[in-house]
């Protein structure tokens, strides 16, 4: 049975997950968006998973209609890479994600990416964050409860010592453990995969 995705007005990246999690459920989805971002991360996604998508352009949105490809009937999730050895540790120095005049598009940014972080895999071993980054993890953070669940996934939260003295949050983190120098080059010289925001 067909599944209808109503996406519009949503942010990214809520249009392409609630299409992925419509698509476990049925191989026949129709995702409504109102945006040339959402139209094209969707039917990216769609068509990377091995389906085929047909665009309705109506008055009300654009209907995404996505069928299994016939080519791939049953294509198998696309294999995730592992790291060659040791753990696969994300390093947050800042606040916000990317360079840019704008702060505002910078903390929508990291809170897009942290809660995406919760729908994809492999997760990551541990977090490192320093800098103005730990201000993530104090009580307050707007991704707060995303961190709450990666670190309830397994994921290590290993937060900057010096930074939070820096920034007078000591007393207010609220998710991770205060680490210092040491241990954050040494679990970033063990790794098997660093990625840096």
């Given at each position: 049975?067909?599944?209808?995705?109503?996406?519009?007005?949503?942010?990214?990246?809520?249009?392409?997950?609630?299409?992925?999690?419509?698509?476990?459920?049925?191989?026949?989805?129709?995702?409504?968006?109102?945006?040339?971002?959402?139209?094209?991360?969707?039917?990216?996604?769609?068509?990377?998973?091995?389906?085929?998508?047909?665009?309705?352009?109506?008055?009300?949105?654009?209907?995404?209609?996505?069928?299994?490809?016939?080519?791939?009937?049953?294509?198998?999730?696309?294999?995730?890479?592992?790291?060659?050895?040791?753990?696969?540790?994300?390093?947050?120095?800042?606040?916000?994600?990317?360079?840019?005049?704008?702060?505002?598009?910078?903390?929508i940014l990291i809170r897009g990416f942290l809660h995406t972080l919760n729908e994809v895999s492999p997760l990551p071993d541990v977090i490192i964050f320093f800098n103005s980054?730990?201000?993530?993890?104090?009580?307050?953070?707007?991704?707060?409860?995303?961190?709450?669940?990666?670190?309830?996934?397994?994921?290590?939260?290993?937060?900057?010592?010096?930074?939070?003295?820096?920034?007078?949050?000591?007393?207010?983190?609220?998710?991770?453990?205060?680490?210092?120098?040491?241990?954050?080059?040494?679990?970033?010289?063990?790794?098997?995969?660093?990625?840096?925001?």
């Amino acid at each position: 049975m067909e599944k209808i995705v109503d996406a519009r007005g949503l942010p990214c990246p809520q249009p392409v997950l609630l299409t992925r999690d419509a698509l476990r459920e049925s191989d026949a989805v129709t995702t409504i968006v109102d945006s040339d971002t959402a139209r094209h991360n969707v039917t990216r996604m769609a068509e990377k998973a091995g389906y085929t998508v047909q665009a309705e352009e109506q008055e009300d949105g654009v209907y995404l209609h996505i069928r299994r490809s016939e080519a791939a009937p049953q294509a198998a999730p696309t294999p995730q890479p592992q790291p060659a050895s040791g753990p696969l540790v994300l390093v947050i120095p800042s606040e916000f994600m990317g360079r840019g005049e704008h702060e505002e598009l910078g903390q929508i940014l990291i809170r897009g990416f942290l809660h995406t972080l919760n729908e994809v895999s492999p997760l990551p071993d541990v977090i490192i964050f320093f800098n103005s980054g730990v201000k993530l993890v104090v009580e307050g953070s707007p991704v707060l409860e995303d961190l709450c669940t990666l670190a309830n996934q397994g994921v290590q939260i290993l937060v900057c010592g010096t930074c939070l003295g820096y920034y007078g949050l000591k007393e207010k983190v609220a998710v991770g453990e205060v680490s210092n120098m040491y241990t954050i080059a040494e679990t970033m010289l063990q790794a098997g995969k660093v990625v840096s925001l």
